[in-house]
């Protein structure tokens, strides 16, 4: 068993910042990639930020510039920090892992982020 447990999510307004967390427990194997991915009402999930074993990043061309994601391989941790944060960021985010040579996805229950004023 494999559990990704979130937290950072909350309401902020235009223009600012949170950091997001997502840690995972259980039967960790050589993690291949974490990532964030968001949901919008009515829209479909969609990749935010990556980051593989290698350390190589991918970012969604919306939040370049804005989002940083960054990973600590001692505590199997994975974080986005967002900055100048748009009511268009407003989703559920949820964090996604996959280990190494293996095809099976692992998701955490999702954190709310609202942007408003």
């Known amino acids: 068993q494999v559990q990704l447990a979130e937290s950072g999510g909350g309401l902020v307004q235009p223009g600012g910042s949170l950091k997001l967390s997502c840690a995972a427990s259980?039967?960790?194997?050589?993690?291949?990639?974490m990532a964030w991915y968001r949901q919008a009402p009515g829209k479909q999930r969609e990749s935010v930020a990556t980051?593989?074993?290698?350390?190589?990043?991918n970012y969604a061309d919306s939040v370049k510039g804005r989002f940083t994601i960054s990973r600590d391989n001692a505590k199997n941790t994975v974080y986005l920090q967002m900055n100048s944060l748009k009511p268009e960021d407003t989703a559920v985010y949820y964090c996604?892992?996959?280990?190494?040579?293996?095809?099976?996805?692992?998701w955490g229950q999702g954190t709310q982020v609202t942007v408003s004023s």
């Open positions: 996604h892992l996959r280990f190494l040579l293996e095809r099976r996805d692992y």
């Open positions: 259980g039967s960790i194997r050589p993690i291949y990639v």
């Open positions: 980051v593989t074993v290698g350390n190589n990043t």
